[in-house]
């Protein structure tokens, strides 16, 4: 979402970064051309100007200026400004010395509040092994009970609902009691909300947040409404003890305001950010690496950790031994494309390398080319797999047919492996790949 801020940023930081020395003039119209990307990606105003003024008194008032290769300077002060900016150091859930903890979401309609409650419920199962129940106080909106049933149960929480006859300040009451009794860990109150902030919304979920007297009050916000995502969070900062948000739909075409504006408006950290339709793609939100994203510099750490949570051991130990030995097949390719698909969507995975973000800008990636790849491994016999140099006339007829794919696309795959086998092998053998080689197409 942050795809044009990110552009132009990096581009005025470019130009600093080929200068020999800066002058305050230099300073003064990087400054202005980050704060005109700032504005056009909604970011409030008052925000923007905080954030300027803070990166110039430092880079002005240090001894940058006509220092030698001073750019670089400036853009780690950017950086440490932008991750100060979206919150600073990683906010993390409180849980309470004796449970449950209850945890109230809050936010208008169609914020993606449920499908949020669904998505932390299963991280802290997955995350924290915590036992979470799921109270439905959501009475307002049509069938919302029936979603929440369906998509908490499908994330692996315990529902407690009565409906839409109670009011939801007594199904709280009641939802609390139930997690007690039952041993949660945990409970998460989903409550109603409106289509604008208004005063029945607000004395309604005072009177909840009073009965369950809960340990965190998050916001959910949709990313995508920009400016007026930071206008909600400001009202409901003003009427409810919030201790943090989270962003939603941050996957989504818009402008990246909202994540830039909304903890400055709140003086709350942003909690969690949600990235897709998956009740996996919900995670924490790490200030810093968002800044690193957003400068180009990419996510290592995310990615090193999606990757442990999806590599299974045994299977990494047997493919390292298999490399020691020499060996790569087909195979050990889709083991290692299929986890590649757990971790995510392609696109996602490549913006964390640091570089390939900015090369790979306004490319998209086709994750249905994966699944050709698949349909034609999988249309081979295991002694194809495990020796692929055998494939050729006949054989390559008889998998392309069986993959509903063409015979040149399986005489390109059969081309490309070699190429990868041949790179893997030198990983293997403890020697550095040929890195050139491995940027020219096969042949």
């Known amino acids: 979402m942050f795809d044009a801020l990110s552009e132009k940023l990096q581009a005025t930081l470019a130009s600093l970064r080929s200068r020999g020395t800066l002058t305050e003039q230099d300073v003064t119209a990087a400054l202005r051309e980050i704060r005109l990307a700032l504005l056009e990606a909604d970011v409030n105003l008052e925000v923007v100007k905080q954030f300027t003024a803070a990166v110039r008194e430092r880079a002005v008032g240090s001894d940058i200026i006509g220092q030698l290769n001073p750019g670089q300077q400036v853009v780690k002060i950017v950086h440490e400004e932008l991750a100060e900016l979206l919150g600073g150091p990683a906010a993390a859930i409180e849980f309470a010395s004796s449970p449950p903890t209850v945890i109230l979401m809050v936010g208008l309609q169609g914020s993606g509040k449920t499908t949020a409650t ?12 915590s ?16 979603q929440l049933v369906t998509v908490a149960t499908n994330a692996g929480a315990t529902v407690y609902e009565q409906g839409t006859e109670r009011s939801p300040v007594e199904i709280a009451k009641w939802a609390l009691e139930r997690a007690k009794q039952d041993g949660k860990d945990v409970l998460i109150v989903d409550t109603s909300g409106r289509l604008h902030v208004d005063e029945a ?7 909840i947040c009073r009965v369950t007297d809960p340990d965190d009050v998050l916001l959910v916000l949709d990313a995508m409404t920009g400016q007026d995502a930071v206008n ?3 009202q409901f900062g003003a009427a409810l003890p919030l201790t943090g948000s989270v962003l939603t739909k941050l996957d989504g075409d818009a402008r990246g305001g909202a994540a830039l504006s909304v903890r400055s408006v709140t003086g709350k950290p942003i909690l969690f950010a949600s990235l897709g339709e998956k009740r996996d ?3 924490r939100f790490h200030p810093e690496r968002m800044a690193q994203r957003i400068l180009g510099m990419g996510d290592v750490l ?5 990757a442990g949570k999806e590599v ?3 299977e990494s130990e047997k493919l390292e031994a298999r490399l020691r030995q020499g060996e790569f097949d087909l195979d050990d390719f889709l083991s290692q494309l299929r986890m590649m698909r757990r971790m995510g969507p392609l696109q996602g995975l490549l913006s964390m390398i640091p570089g390939l973000g900015t090369q790979l800008r306004g490319m998209k990636v086709d994750e249905r ?5 698949q349909a034609i491994i999988l249309s081979m016999t295991p002694h194809e797999r495990r020796h692929p140099e055998l494939i050729k006339g006949a054989r390559r007829l008889r998998i392309a047919r069986g993959s509903g794919t063409s015979v040149q696309a399986v005489n390109q795959l059969v081309k490309q492996f070699a190429h990868v086998r041949k790179v893997m092998r030198q990983v293997g053998r403890g020697r550095m790949p040929d890195l050139a080689a491995l940027g020219r197409p096969p042949r």
């Open 118 to 129: 669904a998505k932390l419920a299963h991280y802290l199962q997955a995350e924290h092994h």
């Open 131 to 146: 036992t979470v129940a799921v109270a439905a106080c959501d009475t307002q909106r049509p069938a919302a009970i029936e």
């Open 201 to 207: 919304l607000m004395a309604e979920l005072g009177e």
């Open 232 to 234: 909600v969070a400001a």
């Open 281 to 283: 793609q919900f995670e």
């Open 302 to 306: 995310t990615l090193i950790e999606k």
């Open 312 to 314: 299974d051991e045994r």
């Open 369 to 373: 080319e994966i699944d050709r790849i």
